[in-house]
Nanobody, 115 residues
Framework: QVQLVESGGGLVQAGGSLRLSCAASGSIFSINAMAWYRQYPGKQRELVATITNGGSTNYADSKKGRFTISRDNAKNTVYLQMNSLKPEDTAVYYC?????????WGQGTQVTVSS
């Protein structure tokens, strides 16, 4: 089992920045990759960015350049740095961890960008 706890969401003005954190605990040795997703009300979750154990990253096209995913292995934490935020970035952001036996999700953190 893997437990994920997100933090760092909140209210920010358009053009501002936020850094989300996702702390992993439990069977962290089983994690192959981690990711950030976001979900709009009534919509499916969409991928924002992924990072593998080796540090390789991948971004959804619309997030490239504004969002940066990174990890601190010593703290078992993954981050999502979000810059130049837009009102359309308003969503609940979820952290995910992927293992050979399945995926795990955090509880989500609300990000609200005001215009």
């Amino acid at each position: 089992q893997v437990q994920l706890v997100e933090s760092g969401g909140g209210l920010v003005q358009a053009g501002g920045s936020l850094r989300l954190s996702c702390a992993a605990s439990g069977s962290i040795f089983s994690i192959n990759a981690m990711a950030w997703y976001r979900q709009y009300p009534g919509k499916q979750r969409e991928l924002v960015a992924t990072i593998t154990n080796g540090g390789s990253t991948n971004y959804a096209d619309s997030k490239k350049g504004r969002f940066t995913i990174s990890r601190d292995n010593a703290k078992n934490t993954v981050y999502l740095q979000m810059n130049s935020l837009k009102p359309e970035d308003t969503a609940v952001y979820y952290c995910a961890a992927f293992t050979s036996s399945g995926g795990y999700w955090g509880q989500g953190t609300q990000v609200t960008v005001s215009s």
